[in-house]
């Protein structure tokens, strides 16, 4: 495929509080606070990309459809290893106490800072399945100060 980067990804999730623990808090995002202070949906931003998450208290949420599964994977880039290790930490932490507990949240059971994996395969509290990993040299170049 020729496509490299998708700007904005607009999903409608099960909760609002799910989504800010998963995208803000788990893998690292920054919200927009005008947006969280109004009570709209979130804005996540990821670098240059943003997630726009709308649960069924926000007005651009799709009535009836409940929250949308992708298909295949959305990779999120990392500055490096240690970056990737972290979210994977903040998630798993997340997964047992958090209004995460009781949803699809999914991190790799054997994940360790120690181990050589350099990806992980993270399913988000609806469903879509996230790749995180660390930019690559060449990539970290683009993405430095």
């Not at 496509?3 to 409608?12: T, Y």
């Not at 509080?17 to 995208?23: G, S, T």
Request: glycine content about 8%; proline content about 6%.
């Amino acid at each position: 495929s020729m496509l490299l980067l998708v700007e904005h990804v607009n999903l409608n999730v099960a909760s609002r509080d799910q989504a800010y623990q998963f995208y803000v808090e788990g893998l690292g995002c920054s919200a927009m606070a005008k947006r969280l202070s109004s009570g709209q949906n979130i804005h996540s931003n990821a670098g240059m990309c943003q997630f726009h998450t709308s649960g069924p208290e926000d007005e651009p949420y799709i009535a009836e459809e409940g929250p949308q599964i992708w298909r295949g994977e959305i990779t999120i880039v990392y500055q490096d290893q240690f970056a990737v290790d972290a979210a994977v930490q903040r998630l798993r932490e997340l997964q047992g106490e958090s209004v995460l507990a009781s949803t699809k949240l999914a991190t790799p059971p054997d994940w360790s800072p120690d181990s050589d994996q350099r990806s992980a395969l993270i399913t988000c509290p609806n469903g879509n399945r996230f790749l995180l990993r660390a930019a690559s040299e060449e990539e970290a170049r683009g993405l430095g100060p």
